[in-house]
T-cell receptor, first 114, second 115 residues
Framework: GDSVTQMEGPVTLSEEAFLTINCTYTATGYPSLFWYVQYPGEGLQLLLKATKADDKGSNKGFEATYRKETTSFHLEKGSVQVSDSAVYFC?????????????FGTGTRLTVIP | GAGVSQSPSNKVTEKGKDVELRCDPISGHTALYWYRQSLGQGLEFLIY????????KSGLPSDRFSAERTGGSVSTLTIQRTQQEDSAVYLCASSLFGKGANEQFFGPGTRLTVL
């Protein structure tokens, strides 16, 4: 079945450090891939998405590239800020083939210290 | 515009009681989803509505859980005879069906605590 595996947390980084959160997926067909973020005390928000192989999603300095050959969608940011502290969820959807719900990874908690 | 709203934001109940959780999706969004976020289980899909019908109920954990949607808008998730393992944050999301990559917009959630 469809599933998402993401890097276990928590991750603690100093401000301006480079961030990578790994995400790999298992799915039939061609899923769409997402990163959602949950800031402290807030709801889930879409951070970025990619709908086909080699697409790069980007937002707020974060990037992720849809790699079909490695079934991965790793999240990266070149220089993190304290305000990036949150829980990050990788997710997939096979909307095009009728499976409408999102499959989420377990989430990775990021803490950025000044 | 207004986002997805949910009520109540917090609900504390006693084991064995019934609870109703409400979701008001973004106006015009025809698709509505319920998820559950709990420690140790992560984010789990519960049920999906397209309009007023629920073509996918595969995530409902037991027959104590049910949901309905009326007028293609507001949805209610009902949990009967609550158990302590039902304690979780219940999230509702909506999307504009058929558009884009099924980007879902989430509400703030209802935190349910079963004593």
């Amino acid at each position: 079945g469809d599933s998402v595996t993401q890097m276990e947390g928590p991750v603690t980084l100093s401000e301006e450090a480079f961030l990578t959160i790994n995400c790999t997926y298992t799915a039939t067909g061609y899923p769409s891939l997402f990163w959602y973020v949950q800031y402290p005390g807030e709801g889930l928000q879409l951070l970025l998405k990619a709908t086909k192989a080699d697409d790069k999603g980007s937002n707020k300095g974060f990037e992720a590239t849809y790699r079909k050959e490695t079934t991965s969608f790793h999240l990266e940011k070149g220089s993190v800020q304290v305000s990036d502290s949150a829980v990050y969820f990788c997710a997939l959807s096979r909307f095009q083939t009728g499976a409408n719900n999102l499959f989420f990874g377990t989430g990775t908690r990021l803490t950025v210290i000044p | 515009g207004a986002g997805v709203s949910q009520s109540p934001s917090n609900k504390v109940t006693e084991k064995g009681k019934d609870v109703e959780l409400r979701c008001d999706p973004i106006s015009g969004h025809t698709a509505l989803y319920w998820y559950r976020q709990s420690l140790g289980q992560g984010l789990e899909f519960l049920i999906y509505f397209q309009g007023n019908s629920a073509p996918d109920k595969s995530g409902l954990p037991s027959d104590r859980f049910s949901a309905e949607r009326t007028g293609g808008s507001v949805s209610t998730l009902t949990i009967q005879r609550t158990q302590q393992e039902d304690s979780a944050v219940y999230l509702c999301a909506s999307s504009l069906f058929g558009k884009g990559a099924n980007e879902q917009f989430f509400g703030p959630g209802t935190r349910l605590t079963v004593l």
